[in-house]
């Protein structure tokens, strides 16, 4: 099997759309043969409840009772906390237990690498884990960008704000200086785009920029009821409405996912 890449979608703001596109990204890699796992990095559970367990905080086991065992150094022998999707990924969930670990972690040597040890432990079953993270820049998301080769930016269409971004960027760079010298930016994507905020030039204005910094991909999520639904369908947008248009944008993501650190090679070391 090739090398497993690890990718971390994202975003210190909230509802841009960073589960909805674990959830899609990561279905349809499954769908194009890959072995895929997605670990839930945020304690409020929505790509859990995604995923069909609609009650993340009554979990027996997720990713925080994982975190803690690798904090007190307890062995994991049973890996009971990884299920499978019926849509032929596996998957971590993650809740409130989580907001603990990151309280906790403050006086817990190697901090920032906690994640990066579980996934280390585990990715080597797999092609591609995602890691769906918390909207913040907290000691979570740093210790899924430690863990990771890849992130991957959802921006919003009608809100490039130019100081989240370089706040984001700021803390990848000093996570690649510091911690993770392989951290990449495998690209930033707009989502939620309507007629009203996006305009055919927005990708073009997007890369005007940012693109000095960071590879922007072509692809552009649609704003669209269907993809709002996929939240509560117990099915990602390839089930849900596999030929309307937000199938067909997350399709072409996930041609973009699979190019991350191939064809793209010379695009991505632009932002080292
Ligand atoms: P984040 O993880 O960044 O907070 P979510 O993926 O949870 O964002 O999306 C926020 C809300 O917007 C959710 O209710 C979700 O169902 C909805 N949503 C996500 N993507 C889209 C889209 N492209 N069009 C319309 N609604 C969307
Ligand atoms: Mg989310």
Request: contains cysteine; glycine residues 8%.
């Amino acid at each position: 099997m090739a090398k497993t890449k690890v990718i971390s979608v994202a975003n210190q703001k909230g509802g841009v759309g960073k589960s909805t596109s674990v959830y899609c990204i990561g279905a349809g890699l499954a769908l194009d043969g890959k072995k895929v796992l997605l670990i839930d990095v945020d304690p409020q559970g929505d790509l859990t409840k995604m995923l069909g367990l609609r009650k993340p905080h009554d979990l027996p086991r997720a990713l925080g009772d994982v975190m803690s065992d690798v904090v007190s150094g307890k062995e994991i022998a049973e890996h009971t906390e990884i299920m499978h999707h019926h849509e032929g990924f596996d998957f971590v969930p993650g809740n409130r237990a989580l907001s603990a670990v990151e309280t906790g972690l403050v006086n817990v040597m190697s901090r920032e690498t906690v994640l990066r040890q579980y996934v280390d432990s585990v990715k080597s079953d797999y092609d591609y884990v995602l890691l769906d993270c918390r909207p913040s820049l907290g000691m979570l998301v740093i210790n899924a960008l430690a863990a990771s080769d890849y992130v991957l930016i959802p921006v919003q269409a009608d809100y490039l704000a130019a100081e989240d971004m370089t706040e984001l960027v700021g803390t990848v760079q000093q996570i690649k200086r510091q911690i993770n010298p392989k951290l990449k930016i495998g690209g930033v994507f707009l989502t939620m785009a309507n007629e009203t905020n996006f305009r055919r030039d927005t990708v073009r204005a997007v890369k005007e920029n940012f693109g000095k910094h960071l590879p922007v991909l072509q692809t552009v999520i649609p704003a669209t009821v269907r993809l709002a639904e996929v939240s509560t369908a117990d099915k990602s947008i390839f089930k849900h409405e596999p030929k309307g248009q937000a199938a067909a944008a997350y399709g072409g993501l996930v041609k973009e996912v699979l190019a991350i650190g191939e064809k793209q090679r010379g695009r991505s070391a632009q932002c080292r």
